[in-house]
């Protein structure tokens, strides 16, 4: 079975611009989560995502934002990037939150973003 | 607030050492807890889990039991080889946030 799958991998943009980061899950899988990985902040999650709506979300500014297509395939946006946006941006998949599932969450390899 | 403490790194063992990286957590209810490892340039891989206290995750050597008295999970493997260099993340899952909750990571080098 296919794993996490994240692209674009690597990302370079310019501070204000905008970027888009696609996710597809692994199959069978409904639930999308996002984190940010960076030096100074450890991983922190960013939102999650379960049949197409937005069940949860992090401690970000309005400028993240994201969404669920109904395969379950996942975006994140970031708009007005700044300089502190540069990040490694990983995708996490799971089946769901049902009793029994063990809350598993499997990652992609992320995609690394530098903003200059 | 909620919370998972590892011990700070690197730890550097040389091969068939024995291995202990220490990961205490604060949290409300009854998480379920994960060992997550990172390889360079890579995301993170499950390594083990265990959804209640007393339970005992294992995988490729490594294991790790849910201390509910001590509120730890201390990540064990008997024998280290070079290949598991790596950063070990421990993390617990807060199912009314739907979220995991990360340590810092721990770098683990081994030495030939």
């Known amino acids: 079975k296919a794993g996490v799958t994240q692209t674009p991998r690597y990302l370079i943009k310019t501070r204000g611009q905008q970027v888009t980061l696609s996710c597809s899950p692994i199959s069978g899988h409904r639930s999308v989560s996002w984190y940010q990985q960076t030096p100074g902040q450890g991983l922190q999650f960013l939102f999650e995502?379960?049949?197409?709506?937005?069940?949860n979300k992090g401690n970000f500014p309005g400028r993240f934002s994201g969404r669920q297509f109904s395969n379950s395939r996942s975006e994140m946006n970031v708009s007005t990037l700044e300089l502190g946006d540069s990040a490694l941006y990983l995708c996490a998949s799971s089946r769901g939150w049902q009793a029994g599932s063990g809350y598993e969450q499997y990652f992609g390899p992320g995609t690394r973003l530098t903003v200059t | 607030g909620d919370s998972v403490t590892q011990m700070e790194g690197p730890v550097t063992l040389s091969e068939e050492a024995f291995l202990t990286i220490n990961c205490t957590y604060t949290a409300t209810g009854y998480p379920s807890l994960f060992w997550y490892v990172q390889y360079p340039g890579e995301g993170l891989q499950l390594l083990l889990k265990a959804t209640k206290a007393d339970d005992k995750g294992s995988n490729k050597g490594f294991e790790a039991t849910y201390r509910k008295e001590t509120t730890s999970f201390h990540l064990e493997k008997g024998s280290v080889q070079v290949s598991d260099s790596a950063v070990y993340f421990c993390?617990?899952?807060?199912?009314?946030?739907?979220?995991?909750?990360f340590g810092s990571g721990t770098r683990l080098q081994v030495q030939p």
């Open positions: 993390a617990y899952m807060d199912t009314g946030r739907r979220a995991l909750t």
């Open positions: 995502y379960f049949s197409e709506t937005q069940r």
